[in-house]
């Protein structure tokens, strides 16, 4: 669904590759080849081990939330989506991520878990957004 949102800008080769990747549905890690240690965001050497021997691995798209904050005065373009809850998530595989949380501030609490909802990702839209896990 096309936006007029502002997407992440690439700094590096592996960012572009990441949200490429994002872009079509499929959101992963990088896991390096040489010590086993999964990471993000993906960079050019491993963060344990500095091998440049890594590879790009979905992700089950569960997770934990570690922290989050509700905005409920953002940039004009994100005015219409207000409240919105902003999380960081530990991932099932280990690494964390920033993504935004389909809830109310009042149902979402540290240690809540979500999965991942690629069902809106495209070349427009690469907010990566999840929703809470019911027990």
Request: charged share 20%; hydrophobic share 30%.
């Amino acid at each position: 669904m096309p936006t007029n949102k502002p997407i992440p800008t690439s700094t590096t080769e592996y960012e572009h590759q990441y949200w490429q990747r994002v872009a079509n549905g499929d959101v992963c890690i990088a896991h390096c080849q040489a010590c086993d240690h999964v990471y993000h965001p993906p960079r050019r050497y491993c963060p344990d081990c500095y091998s440049d021997e890594w590879e790009f691995e979905p992700i089950a798209g569960t997770g934990t939330v570690y922290g989050y904050t509700s905005i409920h005065r953002p940039t004009e373009r994100f005015a219409s989506d207000t409240p919105i809850v902003s999380a960081i998530i530990t991932l099932d595989e280990g690494p964390r991520l920033m993504g935004r949380v389909a809830c109310d501030s009042e149902a979402i609490a540290v240690g809540t878990r979500v999965r991942l909802d690629t069902s809106g990702l495209s070349s427009d839209n690469v907010r990566l957004t999840f929703e809470l896990l019911t027990k």
